[in-house]
């Protein structure tokens, strides 16, 4: 009997995670450049406990899904968006660290730096790229090309990772490369005025949302129902 509460109280567990994965990825439906998180259960150990009851060792994991989000015009001049495969590339000049994203709404500095909106640099294939403060056109071309006022002031740097589900997460729309080497891609498809969307189906997580709270109020009156055995159980040995 115990050890069905056991197994019912690691299934609440995994569905608890569930849900909150799900909520995430609600709370970022909106979010430019954001990746969906999704699970897989891995079986560790299965077979019948001491009561014949069934039993499961699981592990819960989760990868990101990179699979393209959809294309919304803005006009922006420093909206870009990538079309295919790849991230732009952000550096953090006070760590060094860098990381890469799909979200492409950059603005300047006082200076004139090209920034993402956290205050990184966006890094061009020659280094940080500056927009002059006088400046009257700025004209973002496919390859990456940046011209201001008919004259090149840099390309953004865009790369592009052989297995990018290795990437780590560090907020909501950006990652870091844990050790994974980037290649630059020399003709990518980036589109000026456009942002990318967040990748996340909100029907479809509300629909899972909706299953994994079903699943979570069936184990949970399994622990009501096993809890009543038990205390009629104690109930009838005591009479003794």
């Given at each position: 009997m115990?050890?069905?509460?056991?197994?019912?109280?690691?299934?609440?567990?995994?569905?608890?995670?569930?849900?909150?994965?799900?909520?995430?990825?609600?709370?970022?439906?909106?979010?430019?450049?954001?990746?969906?998180?999704?699970?897989?259960?891995?079986?560790?150990?299965?077979?019948?406990?001491?009561e014949e009851s069934p039993y499961s060792t699981r592990q819960l994991g989760h990868w990101v899904d990179q699979q393209q989000g959809s294309l919304e015009q803005t006009g922006g001049s420093l909206d870009v968006a990538l079309n295919g495969e790849g991230f732009?590339?952000?550096?953090?000049?006070?760590?060094?660290?860098?990381?890469?994203?799909?979200?492409?709404?950059f603005l300047t500095d006082e200076e004139g730096t090209l920034r993402a909106p956290n205050g990184l640099v966006v890094e061009g294939q020659a280094g940080p790229i500056t927009i002059p403060e006088?400046?009257?056109?700025v004209e973002i071309r496919r390859n990456g090309d940046v011209i201001v006022d008919d004259s090149l002031v840099g390309t953004?740097?865009?790369?592009?990772?052989?297995?990018?589900?290795?990437?780590?997460?560090?907020?909501?729309?950006?990652?870091?490369?844990?050790?994974?080497?980037?290649?630059?891609?020399?003709?990518p498809a980036v589109i000026q005025g456009q942002l990318e969307n967040s990748n996340v189906d909100a029907v479809r997580e509300m629909s899972e949302l909706i299953a994994y709270s079903r699943l979570f109020e069936a184990q949970q009156k399994t622990l009501t129902t096993v809890d009543g055995y038990l205390e009629r159980a104690t109930r009838e040995l005591s009479r003794f």
């Open positions: 115990l050890l069905r509460l056991e197994n019912s109280y690691q299934s609440m567990t995994s569905h608890v995670r569930q849900v909150e994965r799900i909520a995430n990825n609600l709370a970022n439906a909106s979010t430019v450049g954001f990746r969906k998180d999704r699970s897989f259960v891995e079986v560790l150990a299965e077979g019948l406990d001491k732009f590339v952000l550096s953090d000049p006070d760590t060094g660290a860098t990381r890469y994203t799909r979200a492409g709404h006088d400046a009257v056109t953004l740097r865009v790369v592009r990772f052989d297995a990018p589900e290795q990437l780590t997460r560090i907020d909501a729309a950006s990652f870091l490369a844990n050790g994974v080497e980037p290649q630059d891609i020399d003709e």
